[in-house]
């Protein structure tokens, strides 16, 4: 046996441990890696006996990573991603495939990315396509892909950033909620309403807190306001009237198109996000990953913004959402500690 061989624990324990700390639960990794929770547990408690040391603290109904495990899981996400990436790219070549691969969040996937891969594969008719959502930090991604259009910084550890376009954000509600706002609609009014807030993993996403701050409103915020980690869900509740959202330029314009939703005039918060589009060094799709690029980017310039004549900037630039799950119990913030 190689001294490599006797180093490295054994591959199945590192994808289970990898997801189990994704998901801080058993039987979320195993739902997702297709196994049962007992499988799961096994390879982790192999991974911990061959490290000898404790990689979680088992709890009632979750997992919580310890110290060692937040180590680990570093130098297990680049190992495996760079391992699967090249893996992918060794099967394109050997099927000699014209195909794309395109990751993005749920929020941006028929409003950017969609348009642009009509027009792409009205180019390319045998271009074989893959969309791939996926809300995950970009540089965490288990997922090989060609191009990602996700919110972000402008940095990657692993990847070509090129920035698209930066994004706005505004109140919104359903027609019934908007009859009934006072005119004009002022954030010392609009604080004390009931709030509709989205409990983002990353504590940089702008949240009801400093938006309301940024126009000069002072705490304590409403005390009714009810909290979700899905911006999806959230913005759903307030199609229904029951409290007013933040909403994103892009990905809630369909829904203001639509009528179902109503943008709350006079409170804009400009450059509050910014999109990207993160780029592979390499790759057997890199040449129609760039051309989609250029179409997401033809798409906007084509595409009217929102406008308001009250908007304010904030600088430098916060991220925004990507889709989470489920309602969570209310609360007065939206905020919470940075996490994984």
Same mark, same amino acid.
């Not at 006996?49 to 404790?54: E, F, K, S, T």
């Not at 406008?307 to 904030?314: F, R, V």
């Given at each position: 046996?190689?001294?490599?061989?006797r180093?490295?624990?054994p591959l199945?324990?590192?994808?289970?441990?990898?997801a189990a700390?994704?998901?801080?639960n058993?039987?979320?990794?195993?739902?997702e890696?297709?196994?049962?929770?007992t499988t799961?547990?096994?390879?982790?408690?192999e991974?911990e006996?061959?490290?000898?040391?404790?990689l979680?603290?088992r709890?009632? +109904?979750?997992?919580?990573?310890?110290?060692?495990?937040?180590?680990?899981?570093?130098?297990?996400?680049l190992?495996l991603?760079?391992?699967a990436?090249?893996?992918?790219?060794?099967?394109r070549?050997a099927?000699?495939?014209?195909?794309?691969? $395109?990751?993005?969040?749920?929020?941006?996937?028929s $409003?950017l !990315?969609? %348009?642009?891969?009509?027009?792409l594969?009205?180019?390319?008719?045998?271009?074989?396509?893959?969309?791939?959502?996926?809300?995950e930090?970009?540089?965490?991604?288990?997922?090989?892909?060609d $191009?990602?259009?996700?919110y972000?910084t402008g940095e990657?550890?692993?990847f070509?950033v090129?920035?698209?376009?930066n994004?706005?954000?505004?109140? $919104?509600?359903?027609?019934?909620v908007?009859e009934?706002?006072p005119?004009?609609v002022? !954030?010392?009014?609009? /604080?004390?309403?009931?709030?509709?807030h989205v409990?983002?993993a990353?504590?940089?996403?702008?949240?009801?807190? %400093?938006?309301?701050?940024a126009?000069?409103?002072?705490?304590?915020?409403?005390?009714?306001?009810?909290v979700?980690?899905?911006y999806a &869900?959230c913005?759903? @509740?307030?199609?229904?009237?029951?409290?007013?959202?933040?909403?994103?330029?892009f990905?809630?314009g369909?829904r203001?198109s639509?009528r179902?939703?109503v943008r @709350?005039?006079?409170?804009t *918060?400009?450059h509050?996000?910014r999109?990207?589009?993160?780029?592979?060094?390499?790759?057997?799709g890199?040449?129609y990953?760039?051309?989609?690029?250029?179409?997401?980017? /033809? +798409? *906007?310039?084509?595409?009217?913004?929102p406008?308001?004549?009250?908007?304010?900037?904030?600088e %430098?630039? &916060?991220?925004?959402?990507?889709e989470?799950?489920?309602?969570?119990s209310p609360?007065?913030?939206?905020?919470?500690?940075?996490?994984?």
């Open positions: 046996m190689s001294e490599l061989e180093s490295l624990p199945a324990t590192l994808v289970a441990f990898e700390y994704r998901h801080h058993f039987s979320r990794a195993a739902a890696l297709f196994q049962s929770p799961v547990s096994r390879r982790v408690r991974l006996d061959d490290l000898g040391l404790c979680f603290e709890q009632r +109904h979750d997992v919580a990573p310890t110290s060692d495990a937040d180590e680990l899981v570093a130098s297990v996400r190992s991603n760079e391992l990436a090249t893996a992918e790219r060794l099967r070549r099927a000699d495939e014209e195909s794309l691969t $395109v990751l993005a969040s749920l929020s941006l996937t $409003v !990315v969609v %348009p642009a891969l009509e027009q594969q009205h180019r390319y008719r045998d271009l074989n396509v893959q969309v791939i959502s996926a809300c930090p970009i540089d965490s991604t288990r997922h090989p892909f $191009v990602a259009l996700q972000g990657s550890a692993r070509d090129e920035f698209i376009t994004e706005s954000v505004f109140p $919104v509600c359903s027609p019934s908007a009934r706002l005119d004009p002022t !954030v010392e009014a609009l /604080s004390t309403m009931p709030l509709l409990d983002y990353d504590s940089t996403w702008t949240t009801w807190p %400093p938006f309301l701050t126009f000069g409103a002072d705490g304590p915020f409403d005390q009714r306001s009810l979700f980690s899905s &869900t913005l759903d @509740v307030a199609e229904r009237g029951e409290g007013i959202a933040l909403g994103w330029e990905s809630v369909p203001i639509s179902a939703l @709350v005039p006079g409170l *918060l400009a509050a996000g999109i990207n589009a993160y780029l592979p060094d390499e790759g057997p890199r040449g990953a760039s051309e989609f690029v250029s179409l997401v980017r /033809s +798409h *906007l310039s084509n595409t009217a913004s406008e308001d004549a009250g908007a304010i900037s904030t %430098p630039p &916060t991220q925004s959402p990507d989470g799950s489920s309602m969570r609360r007065a913030s939206a905020r919470r500690a940075p996490q994984s």
